[in-house]
């Protein structure tokens, strides 16, 4: 038997919701399971890429055996039923591109589970899978959208429960998603946040989330244009990404522009807008990235509404 499942990539944080934001967007991996049926095959695991950022070198580094994420995700899935998994050949047709801060990670742990359990009969539930796959991911900001397709809170509770809620993104808002062509590890750019913030930055994050929420809930532009703004994270990760605060600093008094932040963990820049010329937004981050040297793939895309699902 063989179970394929698509899942979008996804964009976390939008500014003030670190590890809590997420949004789904039209590019998609899709991740096929087959059982084989010739004992002592064990693991097989391809990767096959239609990324125009395709970095040959990174696909190499992955790790493609019981040291991969999908592994990890299919072997607690399997453990949770009381079963090891064997004898499964994993293929993963990737477009999203991999360390942009596009969610790639969060599309083959999610994949994987969704073919895994259907595989198995389907023994866990949409919370059973979200619960899994966040704990292989650490955060459910990316996982939780690629599930449920859409913009979405989430949070780990402290009892290890995960709350999901998932909010109308205004149709009319564009995404503008700005995808450098060098790589940024999550780990790396998780390991220049400070293990402690001021009490001050705290409070900020947490001021401008809220209003990002009811912004997003009114299609308020003007809140959404004082929301997207963000002290956790954004501020320290500037030093990893070349021309981020030049791409900022740019559309920071235009009419029209929401916001920019920072995909994830970065290096993808996210510029939103409504009403505003995309062709101006375009020139204006290819002229400061390709400036320095960085080549850059932008395109203007729409919250895509589903999350994975199983296809032939
Ligand atoms: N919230 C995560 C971070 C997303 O910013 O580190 C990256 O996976």
Not at 37 to 50: A, F, K, Q, R, Y
Not at 148 to 160: A, I, Y
Not at 250 to 271: C, N, Q, R, W, Y
Request: with cysteine; proline share 6%; hydrophobic share 40%.
């Amino acid at each position: 038997m063989k179970v394929s499942v698509k899942v979008p990539a996804t964009s976390a944080n939008i500014g003030p919701g670190f590890d809590c934001l997420g949004l789904a967007l039209p590019i998609y991996n899709t991740i096929t399971i087959e059982e084989t049926v010739l004992p002592g095959t064990g693991i097989e695991i391809n990767m096959m890429s239609e990324d125009e950022v395709f970095d040959e070198m990174i696909f190499d580094n992955i790790p493609k055996d019981e040291n991969s994420i999908v592994y990890k995700a299919v072997e607690m899935l399997y453990n949770s039923i009381g079963q090891e998994p064997s004898e499964l050949k994993i293929n993963i047709q990737s477009q999203i591109p991999i360390t942009r801060g596009l969610g790639s990670s969060a599309a083959v742990i999610v994949g994987g589970l969704m073919a895994a359990n259907k595989l198995l009969g389907s023994p866990a539930d949409e919370t059973a899978l979200l619960s899994i796959a966040t704990e292989v991911e650490g955060h459910p900001d990316n996982v939780a959208p690629a599930i449920l397709g859409g913009f979405v809170l989430s949070s780990q509770e402290e009892d290890g429960s995960i709350i999901c809620q998932k909010l109308d993104w205004p149709e009319e808002w564009d995404i503008t998603v700005c995808i450098p062509d060098f790589e940024l590890s999550t780990n790396i750019a998780r390991s220049v946040l400070p293990e402690n913030i001021p009490l001050s930055d705290a409070v900020f994050n947490a001021k401008h989330l809220a209003m990002l929420i009811n912004a997003v809930n009114k299609k308020d532009e003007k809140l959404m244009k004082i929301a997207l703004k963000d002290k956790l994270h954004q501020p320290y990760r500037e030093k990893l990404v070349p021309g981020m605060k030049e791409i900022m600093d740019a559309f920071k008094h235009e009419d029209g522009i929401l916001g920019t932040v920072l995909s994830g963990a970065g290096p993808t820049m996210l510029v939103i807008s409504h009403k505003y010329d995309l062709d101006k937004i375009k020139a204006t981050v290819k002229e400061i990235w390709e400036g320095q040297s960085i080549k850059v793939d932008i395109k203007t895309l729409k919250v895509e509404p589903e999350g994975a699902k199983f296809v032939e």
